[in-house]
């Protein structure tokens, strides 16, 4: 049985036939994709090419999965567009609505967790890919991460204390799987350099826990530490 190959360059690779070049420029080269550390060798263009070719071969059913940063940084932009605008109506009274978190707090929350979540998630799932040449979440897997995310967000807005607790799990499920999805390729190409996200992540995780249950005494400290976390973050990812 002959392996899946990855188109990369408009020439021809006796290791496998020509195919229809995915982007449409016609015939190309392709790459036999042996495991997942081939699946993101060379230049930084062919983290897309390879989404894209899962997505034609069937291993993905939706190019909008095939990749971590397409729904999360739409998600990012939706919540910038419509989180801000409302909590203006609630802060200036056109919208009256009562929180189990308060709206103070869930503006706080959805700012750190909610906005700031959907754009690390998106970049971490798809750096990681560039970073050691090995596969992140996809499909299903991706898919249900965005589940998560999204039943937070959506538990946030909930006005009874259960819904804070299914909004505690739905995110600590949603930053466990970011972790672990970006944790394994990181651990199996040995880039020891990037380990530090994990943690970091355990500590966002705990952090959005402590503040969906609403423990008073903790609630300070979390917000500190999820900051914090994603300072640090920012300065790994900048050098």
């Known amino acids: 049985m002959s392996k899946p190959c990855l188109t990369v360059t408009p020439k021809f690779s006796a290791a496998c036939p020509p195919v229809e070049d995915i982007r449409g420029a016609g015939n190309v080269r392709v790459i036999p994709i042996g495991g997942a550390r081939d699946a993101g060798q060379g230049k930084r263009g062919e983290l897309l090419v390879v989404a894209a070719y ?3 071969n069937g291993a993905v059913k939706t190019p ?3 990749i971590g940063f397409r729904p999360f940084f739409i998600l990012a932009a939706l919540a910038a567009a419509f989180l801000i605008p409302l909590w203006v109506m609630l802060f200036t009274g056109q919208l009256s609505r009562v929180f189990a978190m308060g709206p103070i707090s869930w503006h706080a929350h959805e700012m750190l967790f909610g906005y ?4 690390l998630a998106g970049f971490l799932l798809t750096a990681v890919r560039y970073w050691t040449k090995g596969m ?3 499909g299903i897997s991706l ?3 965005v589940v998560f995310w999204l039943t937070g967000r959506v538990c946030s807005w909930a006005g009874e204390p259960t819904g804070l607790w299914v909004g505690a799990v739905a995110d600590g499920l949603f930053w466990l799987s970011v972790a672990v999805g970006i944790g394994r390729p990181i651990i199996s ?3 020891w350099r990037n380990v530090a996200f994990l943690p970091l992540l355990a500590v966002l995780a705990v952090a959005d826990i402590i503040l969906h249950l609403q423990a008073p005494l903790w609630q300070r400290v979390a917000y500190d530490l999820a ?3 994603i300072l640090i973050i920012l300065a790994i990812v900048g050098g």
């Open 116 to 119: 700031t979540g959907a754009v």
């Open 143 to 145: 898919g249900a991460i």
């Open 54 to 56: 899962r997505w034609h």
């Open 136 to 138: 992140t979440p996809e």
């Open 64 to 66: 909008l999965f095939a």
């Open 227 to 229: 900051l914090n976390a």
């Open 189 to 191: 190409a040995k880039n």
